[in-house]
């Protein structure tokens, strides 16, 4: 095995840096998304990152989708169901949202993710989330509470929630159901599961994408929309929804959860390096509290109760 197959091999055992190198690319997705925010329409958005996506995935995928048909012809309402809710559906709407309501509301809606998952998990499968994990989601998310805010609570009095927040609601619904059900999804190659998904999330939204251009709504083309959009094709949705998948499959929809909360650290340290926003103190003490709450949720309570003796 050459070396660039056995690194690969030694990070797909490694969830913690799989889901930790998502929330990186996610966040990256989010900072570039705001540059072209008046150049691209939210659906051709969507419909062009999972069209891009699938000419990328489907040759490398051909040969395993083939051998896994029978597995996902026979989990077939669980994969359009993850196509239509993690691909077509979550993407689509939280491009709609962002379109309507601020960064910070934004922000503060995307990191309620992991109790939305904790809730999907308990009406699809009865899961419950343990105490260390809720404990943690709760320590990571109040680590969020003081990045968004610069250290002063009393900006969430200020907020008000308007159309494009209720549309983020429901795409990070959708995107929970999507994380819960990856725990049904069939055993089949994460090549068959992308090859599969994507191009199915990409036809389900191009109806869509028809609609919105008939309303007149057309992508402006720049060199700087070209150079987006093709990170956005590549890492943020076939490489982030691989190490994604990998990570959820070998740790839980409910310890992958907290995961959510990276991306205002990811972001901020982006804006630190790059937008010449300054460190300040509240950036240190959230970080310390959403890597304190992602470590405790990963603990189980018999790991907590070894640790008291």
Known sequence: MSLLPRAFAWLFNRPYLLLALTFLFWAINIVLGRYVAGSIPPVALAQVRWAGASLIILPF???????????????????????????GAYNTLAYYGLQYTEALNGLLMQSIAPLVIGVWSLILFRDRMTAPQITGVCLSLS?????????????????????????????????GFYSALLKKSPRIHYLSMLGFTIPAGATMILPFWIWEMASGKFMHATPLTFAVLAYVVVIPSVVAYMFFNRGVALIGPNRAGPF?????????????????????????????????????AQLSLSRIRAFGR
């Open 143 to 175: 680590g969020v509470v003081l990045i968004i805010c610069r250290g002063d609570p009393m900006v969430l009095l200020h907020l008000t929630l308007n159309i494009g927040d209720i549309i983020m609601l429901l795409a990070i619904s959708c995107y």
């Open 260 to 296: 959510f909360h990276l991306l205002p650290v990811f972001g901020s340290i982006i804006a630190i390096l790059f937008l010449g926003e300054q460190p300040r103190w509240y950036h240190g003490a959230g970080y310390a509290l959403i890597i304190g709450g992602i470590a405790l």
């Open 61 to 87: 995928a051909w040969p395993h989708l083939k051998r896994d048909w029978p597995a996902i012809r026979g989990s077939l309402a669980i994969m359009l169901l993850l196509a239509a809710s993690g691909i």
